[in-house]
């Protein structure tokens, strides 16, 4: 039972909190509807908190994730926009239920709480979180991870509402996306993903910190068939999901694939590379002339302002000169690189990179993208099975024991489509209960849970519906065992609910001697 004192700090927290984003909202121009509705996600993020915290266990502390939220719309958002459907302003979003412009620090959305929150998290992102030099995936894994955070901020309030924890996947923006955050989430833990998402400068590589701390805590193995996967899912769901970088990749395919067909004919390279030294060559020694004559030099002032906008005309001659002195640095150093190129061994080195990036861009001809995502979710679901393993054979505390009860409770009622969850997936059933039973020895091990039956194999029949059920503190629960017609049943209890009867499997060969628990007796389950 929380101290009387602890219910009055948590008003008086709640109090400021309030306070502070009422003191942010009188200085914004927002309409009093998108004031209201922004109070209204606050108040119920505060409600829901305790209970999000406790069932995900590995969560930032309630106070920094309000703080951020309330620091995004400080500095992030000029203008939020709250827009009726079938408005004149609605028809600005589409077909979509919200707009972020980040450069005009807008939000467009519609009057649905859970959208304007995920705005406000989408709206405080970079666009990449990973450097240049990872080709294509700077941009696709960067998309992955940002909207799986995104679609995570907007869960506290969106799954628990201060006495309940319902998921309902429909209002999930991409599940996709999320269950690959959590799989992150759970293997290098919140504070990472944090510190890689806010990073405002590109100092650390933290794609090349992702995978020694992956390989640290997993096994090189496991890290280099984790990331493959990852990799090639971010781009299969860039692909269905973002157009923009569904076109940028079929260009990009289509220039390298024209590339790959020059170097397979050594002669014609040459050749093409020759005329194209040859040109620049020319284009340098034109800007040389013009560069040196002052009437050449005006002509050309004229004919390039002839057809650009007053914001985009070149106001003197002076800096058309400047200009073009770079446009003449910028194509000796294209000269140069092709000098290189046509050395043998950076004629190989640039074949392999232009081989490289090809097998990054050969997923734009995927026939049946969806089919392709479900099977690369798959196999990334049974990587973080045998990464979950090695997490449970390393727990050393009772602490870690009952967080890790708590994740793979948390994993197993993730949505995986629509209609159903992890646990529902045939083809990781057997690897997930597996997990399950490893899990739980070791929690009776350690003396975490109480022991129910002297076999490990009865004893997880059952234990193995806590995993299950969707109460709030699993160390509130009870089980009680009850015997009906030859047949045994179990009831689990959370105070004075109780969940519908379950049958044991294979009751009809248990005996009251291979269970360590008397018989209609409700029993804690954890010590």
Not at 142 to 163: A, H, K, Q
Not at 361 to 387: A, G, M, P, R
Request: proline letters at 2%; glycine letters at 0%; one cysteine or more.
């Amino acid at each position: 039972m929380p101290k009387k004192n602890d219910k009055l700090l948590d008003k008086f927290v709640k109090k400021n909190y309030n306070n502070e984003l009422e003191k942010v909202l009188e200085k914004k121009y927002f309409d009093e509807n998108t004031k209201s509705l922004l109070l209204s996600i606050m108040y119920k993020i505060e409600t829901a908190y305790k209970d999000y915290e406790k069932v995900k266990q590995t969560v930032e502390p309630k106070e920094i994730f309000i703080q951020k939220i309330i620091d995004i719309i400080q500095t992030q958002c000029d203008d939020i926009k709250v827009v009726k459907l079938k408005s004149k302003e609605a028809e600005m979003l589409g077909n979509h239920t919200f707009l972020v412009e980040r450069d005009k620090k807008r939000i467009i959305c519609y009057p649905i709480e859970r959208k304007l929150l995920y705005c406000i998290a989408k709206i405080d992102k970079h666009e990449t979180i990973i450097k240049d030099k990872y080709y294509l995936i700077n941009e696709t894994l960067s998309e992955l991870i940002n909207v799986g955070n995104n679609i995570n901020t907007v869960e506290p309030m969106r799954d628990f509402n201060g006495y309940s924890w319902t998921t309902i996947p429909r209002e999930i923006e991409s599940i996709p996306h999320n269950l690959i955050y959590q799989d992150l989430r759970m293997l290098v833990g919140y504070q990472f993903l944090n510190e890689w998402i806010e990073n405002k400068e590109f100092i650390i590589d933290y794609m090349e910190e992702f995978e020694n701390k992956f390989e640290a805590l997993y096994g090189e193995e496991h890290k280099d068939k984790f990331v493959k996967e990852l990799i090639e899912l971010s781009i299969l769901l860039a692909i269905r999901f973002n157009s923009k970088i569904k076109d940028k990749i079929k260009k990009e395919k289509n220039e390298i694939d024209e590339k790959l067909k020059q170097i397979d004919n050594n002669q014609e390279f040459v050749q093409i590379q020759t005329r194209e030294k040859k040109r620049l060559a020319d284009e340098i020694k034109q800007i040389d002339e013009t560069l040196n004559n002052k009437d050449l030099l005006q002509k050309e002032y004229e004919k390039r302002n002839e057809f650009l906008t007053l914001e985009k005309k070149i106001f003197s001659s002076r800096i058309l000169s400047q200009m073009m002195a770079k446009e003449r640095e910028e194509k000796i150093e294209k000269i140069e690189e092709i000098n290189k190129l046509l050395k043998p061994q950076e004629f190989v080195k640039y074949k392999k990179e232009l081989e490289d990036k090809e097998k990054y861009l050969k997923y734009i001809e995927t026939e049946n993208i969806e089919k392709e995502i479900e099977k690369y979710l798959l196999k990334i679901q049974k990587e973080f099975i045998k990464c979950y393993n090695i997490k449970v054979e390393k727990a050393q505390t009772k602490q870690e024991i009952i967080t890790l009860l708590y994740e793979i409770r948390y994993y197993n009622l993730l949505p995986y489509t629509q209609e159903k969850n992890i646990c529902q997936i045939k083809e990781i059933q057997k690897e997930l209960e597996e997990l399950k039973k490893k899990l739980l020895k070791r929690a009776y091990e350690m003396k975490v849970t109480e022991q129910f039956a002297k076999k490990d194999e009865i004893h997880y029949e059952l234990m193995k519906n806590i995993f299950d059920i969707r109460v709030i503190s699993l160390e509130d629960l009870y089980i009680k065992v009850i015997k009906e017609k030859e047949k045994y049943y179990i009831q689990l209890f959370d105070e004075n609910i109780f969940e519908e009867k379950i049958e044991i499997q294979d009751s009809e060969n248990l005996s009251k001697k291979d269970l360590e628990i008397r018989l209609n007796k409700k029993v804690k389950i954890f010590r």
